[in-house]
């Protein structure tokens, strides 16, 4: 059985600040999952949904989902089943906010692609199994943040 590790990935703009920023995050997203590649399981069918979203959104779903009450700039929602004939299949929503991530970026005076590509890497880490819920979790993911960043000759987020 050769299946494609990633099978469909679908974009959907919940604010009109999104745009005129597809086409370039559609890059940056196609070229993500091939530097990722290794981190997907093989013979598995993923659905990746990329929510391009806004603060009031993203924030009711951190609350709801995750019991969060803050602003967040990037969820990752995952579920899959396992299909007798199909294999492994991932269903993977990824949602981001548009203000949060433009706020930071004004704040840190960085490059807003660079953040939304630091961003799409940590929400594709989670989408294969990664968290931080603990401090050793945290740098192990961060350790992988960094590698798979430096891989793409994206700026590092965080200091070394």
Not at 39 to 56: A, H, T
Not at 72 to 87: Q, W
Not at 108 to 122: E, G, S
Request: net charge positive; aromatic share 14%; charged share 25%.
């Amino acid at each position: 059985m050769h299946m494609k590790k990633i099978a469909v990935v679908d974009y959907f703009s919940q604010s009109k600040k999104w745009p005129p920023r597809i086409p370039k995050i559609k890059k940056i997203t196609k070229n993500s999952l091939k530097i990722m590649k290794p981190y997907f399981e093989k013979n598995c069918l993923y659905y990746l949904n990329i929510v391009l979203s806004n603060q009031k959104i993203v924030s009711n779903l951190n609350k709801k989902f995750k019991k969060k009450y803050k602003d967040t700039d990037v969820l990752t929602f995952n579920n899959y089943i396992k299909n007798k004939k199909l294999g492994k299949i991932f269903y993977c929503d990824i949602f981001f906010s548009i203000d949060t991530i433009e706020n930071f970026i004004e704040k840190n005076n960085t490059d807003f692609y660079n953040h939304f590509n630091h961003l799409l890497i940590h929400s594709l880490l989670h989408v294969n199994g990664y968290d931080h819920q603990t401090l050793n979790e945290y740098n192990k993911m961060r350790n992988q943040e960094m590698k798979i960043l430096n891989k793409m000759g994206v700026e590092l987020p965080y200091e070394i």
